[in-house]
């Protein structure tokens, strides 16, 4: 019984892999600059025989934060039929955002392989992926180097980042003495960071720039 548990275990494991196979975005995130009409990404179905229907939103970066989300995604909701492409345009609908730093939400999509017709108990999978959408005022200068400028500094077992910048840094990869910080995350604009850690050395640091691509090491 446990061997057969398992073998259908890894079925419906492998059956979830191809599908979120089959949905492939055109970058990891989406810089929206201000002033520009809308901010877009692609969206291709690389799957030979599946279509799928691809719904796609805008929420706050915190589960918790109830506030109106000010953009809009076009079209919200679509067939994608394979080997095919189609074009998720943002647009921001108008409000406050600080004008001295980045503002950073979700870009969610959500991935629906559809059943076919008389095929009720077949399993249907759903997959929600979300990316980063940064809202990026005019006049805060050039993004490129802000992984550059964080400064490090140790507190008792705390390791403590300061991001001088108005742009948010996401770390790729973070390391003192050698020994890596588990998905050390993202560190917002103008803020302090910090992580327990147990070494001491040189804090070694990797970054994502806006293109996705992972930027050289530097060292502290």
């Known amino acids: 019984m446990k061997q057969l548990l398992a073998a259908v275990m890894a079925s419906f494991f492998l059956f979830c892999a191809s599908a979120q196979a089959g949905i492939v975005m055109g970058g990891t995130r989406v810089i929206y600059q201000e002033g520009k009409r809308e901010a877009a990404i692609t969206v291709t179905n690389m799957d030979t025989h599946v279509p799928y229907l691809v719904q796609s939103w805008v929420e706050n970066l915190a589960a918790d934060d109830k506030r109106p989300v000010p953009f809009v995604v076009t079209p919200p909701l679509f067939r994608l039929d394979p080997e095919q492409e189609n074009i998720l345009r943002i647009s921001f609908t108008g409000g406050t955002l600080p004008?001295?730093?980045?503002?950073?939400?979700?870009?969610?999509?959500?991935?629906?392989?559809?059943?076919?017709?008389?095929?009720?108990?077949?399993?249907?999978?759903?997959?929600?992926?979300?990316?980063?959408?940064?809202?990026?005022?005019?006049?805060?200068?050039?993004?490129?180097?802000?992984?550059?400028?964080?400064?490090?500094?140790?507190?008792?077992?705390?390791?403590?980042?300061?991001?001088?910048?108005?742009?948010?840094?996401?770390?790729?990869?973070?390391?003192?003495?050698?020994?890596?910080?588990?998905?050390?995350?993202?560190?917002?604009?103008?803020?302090?960071?910090?992580?327990?850690?147990?070494?001491?050395?040189?804090?070694?640091?990797?970054?994502?720039?806006?293109?996705?691509?992972?930027?050289?090491?530097?060292?502290?």
């Open 99 to 220: 004008g001295d730093r980045e503002s950073v939400f979700w870009l969610c999509v959500k991935n629906i392989s559809p059943s076919q017709k008389g095929e009720s108990n077949k399993l249907q999978i759903n997959v929600k992926s979300k990316f980063k959408l940064f809202w990026r005022p005019k006049g805060l200068g050039d993004a490129k180097e802000a992984w550059q400028k964080l400064t490090f500094t140790r507190s008792g077992n705390r390791l403590v980042a300061h991001n001088p910048t108005p742009f948010y840094v996401s770390f790729y990869s973070l390391a003192v003495g050698g020994k890596e910080i588990f998905e050390p995350g993202m560190i917002a604009p103008m803020s302090s960071q910090t992580w327990t850690v147990s070494g001491t050395g040189q804090v070694t640091w990797r970054a994502i720039n806006d293109s996705g691509g992972i930027t050289d090491a530097a060292q502290q």
